[in-house]
């Protein structure tokens, strides 16, 4: 009980970790290009009477020039001085958070929390309960054979795991008939699976409440966006899409956080199907490896 206490803690702590360090919005890099200006001096013209039309000429063409090389500089200008701004996933769930009404959104929040803790609980135990099974019963089974039955109790004890448990009190009767072996160890077996199976109601009431409390988030929504309405005294699509923005995310959110617990329920459920297996057939195993020993002491 204090090693499940233990194993759910780290796992509430580690998941309140994971949930508050988000990913910061990324900044824009690169100050803005300083253009520089070339200030044209104007060519004082002061020709002489004959030569006025073509210095004239000349003059206004240096001026067009200039305006439209400080136009093209300006345009640079203010292109390099307009500040690029990329909104990051943290500061865009944040605000979709709020958007969603932060009442209902801490419930899902909440849900999504609690049912990662149980399932990060269950993966850490389940991890801790797994060995090779096939070497460890190829080891129980020599040392049997060769009738050091106190040394595979002490291998049993130093082992961790159901497998080893059910072993252990196999050979624990392995004076009495095989019957009696046989249907202890079943007995122990369902106890070792129910300890498996520990938690995993939990995240399946996690799983049925996140898209449930956005279910009703989304109702709440629409009744307060018809309230909107008839204050209003008017259909405005104004009011309409708010009112409907706010409870549709309400919903995605709670669908998102039951996919998430879903996928970790289903490999929690994989990993229990296999410590079963592993259990079963170590248990065929020690039942005949206890019958050849039998055998041989008669």
């Given at each position: 009980?204090?090693?499940?206490?233990?194993?759910?803690?780290?796992?509430?702590?580690?998941?309140?970790?994971?949930?508050?360090?988000?990913?910061?919005?990324?900044?824009?890099?690169?100050?803005?290009?300083?253009?520089q200006a070339a200030s044209a001096s104007a060519p004082s013209a002061s020709a002489s009477k004959e030569t006025k039309d073509s210095t004239a000429t000349e003059a206004g063409q240096d001026s067009l020039d200039n305006e439209a090389l400080m136009d093209e500089t300006m345009a640079v200008d203010s292109a390099s001085v307009a500040p690029v701004e990329e909104v990051g996933f943290h500061k865009a769930l944040k605000t979709k958070?709020?958007?969603?009404?932060?009442?209902?959104?801490?419930?899902?929040?909440?849900?999504?929390?609690?049912g990662?803790?149980?399932?990060?609980?269950?993966?850490?135990?389940?991890?801790?309960?797994e060995i090779n099974a096939k070497k460890f019963m190829k080891d129980l089974d020599a040392k049997i054979m060769s009738g050091d039955v106190e040394g595979a109790k002490a291998q049993c004890r130093d082992t961790r795991g159901p497998v080893a448990s059910i072993c252990y009190q196999g050979l624990e009767r392995i004076g009495e008939s095989m019957d009696n072996v046989e249907r202890s160890i079943v007995s122990y077996g369902s106890v070792q699976s129910a300890n498996l199976e520990r938690g995993c109601s939990w995240i399946t009431l996690f799983i049925a409440m996140a898209p449930s409390l956005g279910f009703l988030g989304t109702v709440i929504?629409?009744?307060?966006?018809?309230?909107?309405?008839?204050t209003a005294?008017?259909?405005?699509?104004?009011?309409?899409?708010?009112?409907?923005?706010?409870?549709?995310?309400?919903?995605?959110?709670?669908?998102?956080?039951?996919?998430?617990?879903?996928?970790?329920?289903?490999?929690?459920?994989?990993?229990?199907?296999?410590?079963?297996?592993?259990?079963?057939e170590s248990?065929?195993?020690?039942?005949?490896?206890?019958?050849?020993y039998k055998l041989t002491r008669q």
């Open positions: 009980m204090k090693k499940k206490i233990a194993y759910l803690a780290i796992s509430l702590v580690f998941v309140l970790s994971a949930l508050t360090v988000g990913v910061q919005p990324a900044e824009a890099q690169g100050a803005p290009a300083t253009a958070f709020i958007e969603g009404n932060a009442g209902f959104m801490s419930l899902v929040a909440l849900a999504l929390v609690l990662l803790a149980f399932c990060i609980e269950r993966i850490i135990y389940l991890s801790l309960s929504g629409m009744v307060m966006a018809f309230d909107q309405i008839q005294g008017d259909i405005s699509p104004t009011i309409v899409a708010a009112g409907m923005k706010v409870s549709l995310i309400t919903t995605i959110f709670g669908i998102i956080v039951a996919l998430i617990l879903q996928v970790f329920y289903n490999y929690i459920l994989s990993k229990i199907d296999h410590l079963t297996s592993q259990m079963e248990a065929i195993t020690l039942l005949d490896s206890m019958m050849k």
